[in-house]
């Protein structure tokens, strides 16, 4: 079973930082991408950042150049320092695994590779 947590989420005054963290359960599968997104108050879940084995990673136009996601796979944690936090960065924060399972745990029928989320930590930035 693939499980994600998310941890970290705080309310923050405009121009602090915040360090949010993901937990990928343990387990014999592959990770093809791991990714953040948030989700405004009344507004659709956004794109937030992304990084593939190796350390390849893209961002959203808002944050890019404010937020940096990293990965550990020995802890199979990854990660989104986020600095220089704005009002509008509040919301929901998610993250999401790409992963595939290993023929072992597929039954089939079902899709082996899928994509992942984590129940969200709310990010409060107030000015």
Do not use: H
């Amino acid at each position: 079973q693939v499980q994600l947590v998310e941890s970290g989420g705080a309310s923050v005054q405009a121009g602090e930082s915040l360090k949010l963290a993901c937990a990928i359960s343990r387990g014999e599968f592959q990770v093809n991408s791991e990714a953040w997104y948030y989700q405004p108050p009344g507004d659709e879940r956004q794109f937030v950042a992304r990084i593939w084995p190796g350390g390849l990673s893209e961002y959203g136009d808002s944050v890019e150049g404010r937020f940096t996601i990293s990965s550990d796979a020995i802890e199979n944690k990854f990660y989104l320092e986020m600095a220089n936090l704005k009002s509008e960065d509040t919301g929901l924060y998610f993250c999401s695994a790409d992963i595939t399972l290993p023929v072992s745990l597929w039954t089939i029928g079902r899709e082996r590779t899928k994509t992942y989320w984590g129940q969200g930590t709310q990010v409060t930035v107030f000015s």
